[in-house]
Structure formats: C-alpha cells, structure tokens
C-alpha cells in the first residue's frame, strides 16, 4: 500500500471527549473529509479504567465520525500509539510507510504518536486542522494547537522531516498524484 493516501486517526472516541475539546465539530469535519479520499483508514482507540474499557460507550468513535468498512482498529493503553500495540504490524502488513496522522489530544497522544512513528521512519504528515486538545492550566487549546504544529513542523529528524499541512492542501496533492 506504500504511495497510498493513509489516514490514522487517534483518540477520537466518547469517552475522550467527556472533556470538552476545542472545535469539536470543525475537526470531526476536516477528519471526514480526509477519511472519505484515504484509500485506507486507521483508528487509534484509548483503553483503560475509568470510562474507556474496550466495548464501554466511551471507548466508541464518535458517532459522526466517518468510518470507512475496510479500516483497521489498533488498541492502545499509552499515549504511544506504537507502544505495546499492533500498529507497527498492522503498517508492515500493509506495506505502509507514510500517512497523515489527525485526531485527539494534540499535546499528548497525537504528540508522542507522531515523534515515535518519526523516529521508526515513517514518513508523517500533520493535518495542522484536524486535531483537537482541551484548555489546559498552563495554555489554551489554541495555543497548544498552534504550539505543536510549528514544534512538528521544526522537528529535527534528519532525512525524515514531518509535514504540516491543511487538510485543503493534502486533499489537493492527493488529487493531483
């Protein structure tokens, strides 16, 4: 599947958003529209105690999340994506090595997701629109949104630079190759 369009989509369930996120309903939006062009989908779902047990209705996507028939569903319990979950194998099974990776919480699962999936190699790009955190004390969700693009966009993986683009772009590039 290596050249495909890939999505991977991370924490976007019920129980994740027990704590109001910022523009829930743009990001969910600008996540449809880049799962609806993907040629595959992968869904990152949190598991733990306390409201998000494998089956509970907080460990479910959100409702209005597109989800296509053919998507893979890894597991985790870190913020780590990669961390003691299947998703190396489920990327090597498919031959992929790049994907756009969007979804919920931008400082801290999306964050270490994306450092991690850099480091192993894989090319990575950012939808800079399409991922979401809450207020925290020490900054505003917009801040931290903004924050962690620019951080992304500067991280110094030699030969292995991640992108940040707008959902508009990446959707144009896809059309175009």
């Given at each position: ?26 990001c ?19 598991q ?25 569903y890894?597991?985790?319990?870190a ?19 790049a994907?756009v ?6 400082d801290?699962?999306?964050d ?8 192993r ?57």
């Open positions: 599947m290596s050249g495909k369009r890939v999505v991977m989509v991370v924490d976007m369930q019920q129980g994740v958003f027990a704590t109001p996120r910022i523009a829930r309903e743009r969910v939006e600008q996540i449809n529209k880049l799962t609806q062009a993907a040629d595959a989908v992968i869904f990152i779902q949190h733990e105690a306390g409201g998000l047990e494998e089956g509970s209705d907080g460990f479910q996507l959100l409702p209005e999340l597109y989800q296509p028939d053919n998507a893979f890894v597991t985790k319990t913020c780590d994506s990669f961390y003691k979950t299947r998703l190396a194998e489920v990327l090597d099974e498919h031959e992929i090595s994907f990776i969007c979804g919920c919480a931008t801290y699962c999306v270490t997701t994306i450092k991690n999936g850099a480091s190699g894989y090319s990575i790009t950012v939808a800079g629109d399409a991922h979401t955190t809450a207020n925290r004390v020490a900054a505003k969700a917009e801040t931290l949104i903004a924050h962690y693009n620019e951080v992304w966009r500067t991280l110094i993986v030699p030969d292995n630079p991640v992108f940040v683009k707008s959902v508009e772009t990446i959707l144009t590039e896809w059309q175009t190759n």
